[in-house]
């Protein structure tokens, strides 16, 4: 098994730094497998199954840190990786303060893996992948093929071991299924997106995924342009997880002491409307940013973010939290095993609020619902928070849904808008894999500015 060889090689690593050096020195390690398969016309486009192992030793030498890393757990070859980190210490410039974290004395367990995972065949895996494409195809008439049903999975594990004591592990998995269907009236031709995913396949909904990747598709068609102007506006769950996405790290201690979120110094202020509840949750059982332990060994906690409107934290590693004169909200992330400390997001998200989407757009009378952003990493400044986006929308005709839009761009700037949030939905829609976990649809206070490519 991969763990088996990452354990021992770990074991091996450290009693040689042991017996050759001074250093203080961390061994991280990940390791995994992934599955994918693609379907088209019931049958398979493509498919793939690879494993992954990467291993990373940082030490700390003459008050430096020097890295090395490697793929291959080769016992042979740990001299070299030993003598490399140590060499790269040596010239290393940075004069960050450096961890080696000692650990805690108890780590929280929520569920991160479902052993039943491993006993679904890859068989299995592309007949779900022929149901989903069957059941969006079958959902409507409209629905004349699909540019693809897709099912991936993962199993993987996390390994850090220290000079401090620390020794931590922590296995994780997913399976995910997702289809683009396109729907057709006359000559034109609109695709839909859904998906579905949990830690096993028995937590999969395949047809209503179809279903909704259908209606979605199906939604669209006919659409046309609207008058420019200033609309009021509810902002759907979907685009607010991604326009959230496009500013996440404005919450990022990192980013504040680089200059590059106006949220620095703001904590203990109010910098959103007082219904605005955000949370940072890596202990939430089943979700794909569950984890017991940061990239730096830290035990995690539930970490109110922003509360009743009130930025009550921003997110730290233990680098950042010295700088601040704070303590780590266990937030350290890794973007692969060869990668430096940075912060990262395990289960971040816009708390619901009470009301129904029905409610929402009552409220809204005459106006808009945006339902889908585009341009996000092109049109959306995370420095300065003002952003320019195309979009998709529904107009609102006496507090109900009246036709589909396009053609449209939508601006603003994202701290205005928290503090212009009316009212929060009880309607949370999931993203599993995104650096948002979820959000309700909100209400907004004051019209949004509404640009019409037909005006």
């Known amino acids: 098994m991969l763990k088996d060889r990452i354990n021992a090689f770990a074991k091996a690593l450290s009693e040689y730094i042991e017996k050759n050096c001074t250093c203080e020195y961390e061994i991280y390690a990940c390791y995994g497998d992934s599955f994918d398969v693609k379907v088209i016309g019931g049958e398979i486009d493509n498919y793939s199954v690879n494993d992954f192992i990467g291993i990373s030793l940082r030490v700390k030498h003459n008050g430096k840190t020097g890295y090395s890393s490697t793929t291959v757990p080769d016992i042979d070859d740990i001299p070299r990786m030993v003598s490399c980190a140590v060499n790269n210490a040596e010239v290393i410039e940075s004069g960050d303060m450096q961890f080696i974290y000692g650990g805690d004395g108890e780590y929280p367990h929520p569920k991160t893996f479902s052993p039943t995972l491993d006993t679904v065949t890859a068989a299995e895996k592309i007949d779900l992948a022929r149901r989903l494409e069957k059941t969006a195809l079958e959902s409507d008439g409209m629905i004349a093929r699909t540019m693809g049903s897709y099912v991936c999975s993962s199993t993987s594990g996390k390994i850090i071991k220290n000079s401090s004591g620390l020794d931590v592990s922590e296995q994780y998995g997913y399976i995910a299924a997702y289809v683009i269907p396109i729907a057709q009236k006359g000559e034109e031709m609109n695709s839909g997106f859904s998906y579905t995913a949990a830690l096993d396949a028995s937590g999969l909904d395949i047809e209503k995924a179809g279903r909704q990747a259908a209606d979605d598709a199906i939604r669209y068609c006919g659409i046309s342009s609207c008058k420019a102007g200033r609309m009021k506006t509810v902002i759907d769950n979907m685009a607010l997880i991604d326009l959230f996405s496009a500013f996440a790290d404005i919450f990022s201690s990192e980013s504040a002491q680089r200059g590059l979120s106006l949220l620095s110094g703001k904590e203990g202020e109010m910098i959103a409307s007082d ?74 998200r816009l708390e619901c609020g009470e009301y129904t989407k029905q409610q929402l757009l009552q409220m809204a009378e005459n106006g808009i619902m945006i339902t889908s952003l585009e341009g996000l990493h092109a049109g959306a400044n995370s420095a300065t928070g003002d952003f320019s986006l195309s979009a998709k929308g529904i107009l609102i005709k006496d507090g109900k849904e009246d036709r589909a839009v396009t053609g449209l761009t939508v601006s603003g700037n994202i701290y205005e808008l928290l503090k212009n949030i009316q009212c929060v939905g009880n309607d949370a829609c999931v993203n599993p894999f995104g650096m948002v976990a979820s959000c309700p649809s909100v209400l907004l206070d004051k019209p949004m500015a509404i640009a019409s490519e037909g005006e």
Do not use: M, W
């Not at 509360?307 to 700088?323: D, F, I, P, S, W």
């Open 275 to 348: 219904c605005v509840n955000i949370t940072d949750d890596p202990l939430q059982d089943g979700s794909f940013g569950a984890r017991g332990f940061d990239d730096e060994g830290v035990a995690t906690r539930t970490c109110r973010v922003v509360e009743n409107g009130v930025l009550k934290t921003l997110l730290y590693n233990l680098k950042t939290a010295h700088k601040a004169g704070k303590s780590s909200t266990a937030s350290a992330c890794k973007g692969s095993y060869s990668s430096p400390v940075s912060i990262g997001f395990s289960n971040f």
